[in-house]
């Protein structure tokens, strides 16, 4: 088993691609996984295979869940992403746009085929700032989940240690681009928009769109987000 | 929220419906689960549609998450079914019919549904005495899982606790087998082999075939299964 191989939770969205990056510079070996759910947003499923591609990866992976079937959220149900918030107003409570246990999921999945390709690191990129309204992103949810981990698994019966590497969580949006630039990053292959037009193009208006492109005005840094209308 | 609602993971075995049938004798008002994960033993997804519809549930779902795209077990993988071994060899190892992670996904989705219809309660057939090759059945998972549940999710921000209720934890196969008996199960409409005939037959050599025509001889009650070729 490598020590060095790590799988990557990949959206294909600014935050995961930052966390790609990051890895790489660690000298792990990537494989990455992204997560066909369902979501309303697929355009971000091709995003992920761009940036994998372009990052070099050892594999990428996409595994299909329907979450759909269970319904609950903005992101998979019938229900109206919200749009022109501010940042209070995004802070205020869990946001409908998130999906019951989606993290817990996907890093369980993670979790399985980091035991198939024999890694024991996993990288994922919550964050406790700009997504404090969901729960599965606070330090406290990861390092239950790492115990879990290490009691779940064949590989860590036989002496493996998993670790859950979430080098985003202390950042502002602005700061994880700055890291990204940093490593690299060419952030015009990479999608955010929770509600985009059939084109792919950016909503400029939905949280995370804000979000993103607050953070590059932030970071002092040109913002490569193609919108359908030009902010 | 209810109080007594909860998601009982339903396989359509013999294990998960005795599990519901406890469920239901607790009082609880019952939404079963079943995991469509590309097992090539596809014909007990019918037979948990079969057994929900049997003992009245309020609602059955079916999910799938295509867990062939990590590999990495007999069950989804081009490896073989291990069959006619005895019980010292089933024990002897974490088996190839192992999943990756599998129960820990199973566990996550099945958090998602329980936060979706408002429901605390999840039950599933986890047992550590037949299956002490899975990891993902040992008491300390369990545990572990409900602290991760009890940080991952939006209810429990607001105050739920979720629990995992194991009936079956500490009984033998036989002891499961009088357990479901007593509460009215008729385990004519379950399935437990991992290869059965292209007619849904069990082929009565795989390691589940043999510990359930075990159980049903250790517990001295007649058993409905049936076999592709006759014991």
């Known amino acids: 088993m490598s020590t060095r191989a790590c799988v990557v939770l990949l959206s294909g969205g600014l935050d995961s691609t930052t966390c790609l990056a990051w890895a790489r510079e660690q000298g792990f070996e990537c494989h990455t996984l992204a997560i066909d759910y369902g979501q309303r947003h697929r355009v971000e499923l091709e995003a992920a295979a761009r940036v994998a591609a372009a990052q070099g990866v050892r594999d990428h992976r996409v595994v299909r869940i329907d979450l759909r079937s269970i319904g609950g959220s903005a992101l998979t149900a019938d229900v109206d992403v919200p749009k022109g918030r501010d940042e209070s107003a995004m802070a205020a409570d869990v946001p409908v746009t998130y999906v019951p246990a989606r993290n817990s999921v996907f890093l369980c999945v993670a979790l399985g085929l980091a035991e198939t390709v024999g890694a024991t690191e996993l990288v ?108």
Request: proline share 7%; glycine share 10%.
């Open 124 to 231: 994922a990129g919550m964050n406790v700032l700009d997504y404090s309204g969901y729960p599965d992103c606070r330090p406290e949810f990861v390092r239950a989940f790492e115990a879990m981990a290490n009691l779940a698994t064949r590989a860590a019966v036989q002496g493996a240690r998993f670790t859950v590497h979430t080098p985003l969580m202390q950042l502002d949006k602005a700061g994880i681009i700055r890291l990204g630039v940093s490593l690299g990053v060419d952030y015009a292959a990479t999608h955010s928009c929770y509600d985009p037009s059939p084109a792919g193009l950016a909503c400029g208006a939905c949280d995370s769109c804000r979000l993103r492109a607050k953070g590059f005005r932030d970071a002092g840094i040109p913002d490569p987000t193609r919108y359908a209308n030009p902010l």
